[in-house]
């Protein structure tokens, strides 16, 4: 088994208009984005492949910290401006890409965003 | 040299390379250990076999001398030794896999080297280096790509087949139309680079390309003999390869289907194209599933490899598949060719107010065919701009000199 993190890629154009309700159309809208997901976090429970989920707020709500020198530096704002920002993410365990790549699409799907799979770094023990 | 010997051994590597690294790939599960154990085999072979002689099984003392490159290279490495121990474990199963496990093996392989998660030109060239067995060098040259960047670009590749853990399967019954198709992309992408070769390519049109789709789509058909769009490829590029020694005028132009010596074409790869279109039309009348893209235009190309010349050519029949094909595939290339056939049936002004409707702009093939319509129609001066603007997007050496003549015996040049 491998775990993945799956990103929902959200753009800040759906958060730009004041109409818009958490980046979706209208309340009806969000309300039913999020209780489609809330239903596929269910399953993914229910047959083994979840680890973690959760959303993130608005990236212009991020600080970036540079803990490298003796003083960390906080800078406001997110470390790339971006167009596109990750809006949320699960961690999954699923036993190759094509099982993980057939639930982001599952998940994209319910939380009608974009999402990247990514595998987790997997550092071999005797390293 | 011995000529028997180098024939042996150049027809062990088209025949068994896909072999010897599926094999490898799935009882190590390692793309990279399985090519280099592959190729490592095959240096030996060409070392050994003039001295020792051609094997009795050239594919088993492939795969035998392979395996055993392999667990070297595991010993070798001792970090991995738990992997080692499966390895040595692998010695003593000295039992040959049944029947059947092997094309299991290559269909995986092919499977996995044509993955959508992968790039698209990743896929093309790790399927000419893992199935087609064409090294590094040979591939860099077939794109135009500097050696290093290929290489990085296939070893990137088995990375993420790696450390994304892109599985070594077959995929399920759910998935199998749409992962096929992936593959047939591929081998449709290797042809036609070949076809027509892009930008400097050393020769306008590539044999060995064309070949090395061909090979690989029968070697797909043996394993898939009933899917018909595999079928359907095989054909279409049978037909159109056959056309290949009637492409190239002397001196270095391209020659258009209208303008070729019918005699020169190949028979014999024309027969077999046309007996798969046949078999496939006898399936669909059968009541079998309806034939798709690749199929409607070997039927196409079957048309016209069976008709004595240009005026003999059932034109209504083309044209009735070419609106079969609209309706499975509605893009505006398929209506420019569609457009072509319009010509011979309705005339060259239908054909041009259909190719005018079409948004094809950056597409050299568009100004093409417009160019000759409107020489057909007497349009002289649209015709000279459209026939620039095609000199101007065309890349391929021969396809540039056809349209610079064209262009150039337009009346009042």
Redesign the interface.
């Known amino acids: 088994m491998?775990q993945y993190l799956l990103s929902v890629i959200d753009d800040l154009s759906n958060h730009e208009d004041p109409a818009n309700v958490y980046g979706h159309p209208s309340a009806e809208a969000a309300h039913a984005s999020w209780a489609a997901t809330g239903r596929f976090n269910d399953k993914l429970v229910a047959d083994g492949y979840f680890v973690f989920a959760n959303g993130l707020g608005v990236p212009a709500n991020a600080t970036v910290v540079d803990g490298r020198a003796e003083t960390p530096i906080f800078t406001d704002g997110p470390y790339v401006e971006t167009k596109e920002f990750t809006a949320g993410f699960w961690v999954i365990e699923a036993?190759?890409?094509?099982v993980a790549?057939k639930l982001a699409a599952e998940g994209s799907r319910a939380c009608g965003r974009k999402v990247e799979?990514?595998?987790f770094l997997?550092v071999?023990l005797?390293? | 040299m011995n000529t028997a010997v180098d024939d042996a051994i150049i027809r062990a590597h088209h025949e068994e390379w896909a072999r010897v690294v599926a094999g490898l790939a799935r009882r190590f599960g390692d793309l990279d250990v399985a090519e280099d154990a592959a190729a490592e085999a095959f240096a030996i072979a060409v070392e050994r076999w003039p001295i020792d002689g051609v094997p009795p099984n050239p594919g088993a003392w492939l795969t035998t001398t392979a395996r055993r490159k392999a667990i070297d290279r595991f010993r070798r490495e001792s970090?991995r030794?738990q992997v080692h121990a499966e390895a040595q474990a692998m010695i003593d199963d000295g039992s040959s896999d049944p029947a059947g496990a092997i094309d299991d093996d290559v269909l995986r392989l092919l499977f996995t080297c044509c993955?959508p998660?992968l790039a698209p030109e990743a896929r093309v060239a790790l399927t000419l280096r893992m199935v087609a067995g064409l090294t590094v060098p040979e591939i860099a040259k077939a794109f135009l790509v500097q050696e290093a960047a290929m290489a990085r670009r296939i070893t990137r590749a088995k990375d993420k087949i790696r450390?994304?853990?892109?599985?070594y399967m077959v995929?399920g019954a759910e998935?199998l139309p749409l992962r096929v198709s992936a593959v047939l992309a591929v081998l449709f992408l290797v042809f036609n680079e070949g076809y027509l070769s892009s930008g400097s390519a050393p020769a306008p049109i590539r044999a060995d390309l064309t070949g090395e789709a061909i090979r690989l789509a029968r070697l797909l058909r043996d394993l898939r003999p009933d899917d018909g769009e595999v079928v359907g490829l095989l054909a279409l590029m049978l037909l159109i390869e056959a056309r290949r020694p009637a492409r190239l005028s002397a001196t270095g132009e391209l020659v258009r289907l209208d303008d070729q010596d019918r005699s020169a074409w190949d028979r014999r790869l024309l027969s077999e194209g046309v007996a798969l279109v046949r078999s496939r039309l006898a399936v669909v009348a059968a009541g079998g599933p309806p034939a798709g893209r690749y199929q409607i235009l070997a039927a196409i190309n079957a048309v016209h490899g069976t008709a004595v010349d240009m005026a003999a050519t059932d034109w209504f029949q083309v044209l009735a598949l070419y609106d079969q094909l609209v309706r499975v595939d509605p893009s505006p290339i398929v209506a420019l060719n569609r457009a072509i056939a319009v010509a011979e049936v309705d005339g060259p002004d239908v054909a041009l107010a259909a190719v005018d409707r079409l948004q094809l702009d950056g597409y050299e093939l568009f100004h093409a065919t417009r160019a000759d319509l409107l020489r057909r129609t007497g349009r002289v001066p649209a015709a000279r701009a459209a026939y620039e603007r095609a000199i101007e997007l065309a890349d391929n050496a021969a396809e540039i000199a056809l349209l610079t003549r064209r262009r150039d015996q337009l009346p009042g040049g």
Not at chain 2, 163 to 167: G, K, N, S, T, V
């Open positions: 491998a036993p190759d890409l094509d790549l799979v990514r595998p997997d071999p005797e390293m | 970090k030794g993955h998660a450390l994304a853990r892109i599985p995929p998935d």
